[in-house]
């Protein structure tokens, strides 16, 4: 009975939004950065399925339903955009060079140290576009030959991270401005760092929500590049 419960759609999209709702309470209480809820909900969730040995498929047949709602929760991201699009063009010389000092960054800072210390190339390659959301870093590991599961779990990680401690590196290293900050999230940890901005900065989040879109469209043609020329 309680197997044919667990393998129901119900039950996936019920744990979702429970532990989803139990994070935001969580974090609304504490405002700690270690509880923030997207990352907080995949380690809870993680764990629930292995203390009660409930299987990943019987799960996921809920969760590809949570998973079909990521598309349009990401274009719903243009409103704040749109809200503040005029505050956005007036920065967007900056927000340009930032997308593509972004791109280089990434890919330096990972591949880059991979290569550095004796890592395969598929794996090298794999690291490459960690900082772009996941649809897109998919197609381009494909492209460039690395390990797509290896890149899907990086990129999910990488978002993890910015999320967790993203806002708070900023201030620490002197980062004042919301937009800038927002850009560097944005950047760096695609829509699991920019639901954190949004928390944290609307106007800010919007950048965030730009620069996902921005850092998409570089790195699909600049890291394919990148690995073919080095």
Request: glycine share 12%; with cysteine; hydrophobic share 55%.
């Amino acid at each position: 009975m309680v197997t044919d419960i667990f393998s129901q759609p119900l039950f996936g999209v019920g744990l979702t939004l429970l532990v989803y709702a139990l994070a935001q309470l969580l974090y609304a209480r504490t405002r700690s950065m270690l509880l923030t809820p997207v990352a907080f909900s995949i380690i809870a969730i993680i764990l629930l399925l292995l203390v009660f040995d409930i299987p990943y498929a019987s799960y996921a047949k809920g969760g590809r339903y949570v998973l079909f709602m990521l598309g349009p929760s990401v274009v719903a991201l243009a409103l704040p955009l749109y809200k503040r699009h005029r505050e956005i063009a007036a920065r967007k010389r900056p927000i340009l060079l930032g997308i593509l000092a972004g791109v280089f960054a990434s890919v330096a800072s990972a591949s880059g140290v991979a290569w550095f210390l004796g890592g395969s190339p598929a794996v090298v390659r794999s690291l490459g576009p960690k900082s772009v959301t996941t649809p897109i870093a998919i197609g381009i590991v494909e492209k460039i030959g690395g390990i797509p599961e290896l890149t899907a779990a990086l990129v999910v990680l990488t978002g993890c991270i910015g999320a967790i401690c993203g806002p708070e590196f900023c201030r620490l290293i002197g980062i004042r401005s919301v937009a800038a900050t927002g850009l560097a999230v944005g950047t760096a940890s695609h829509g699991i760092g920019t639901a954190r901005m949004l928390a944290v900065d609307r106007f800010g989040g919007a950048v965030a929500g730009l620069a996902i879109g921005l850092n998409g469209l570089a790195s699909a043609i600049l890291v394919p590049l990148l690995f073919a020329l080095f």
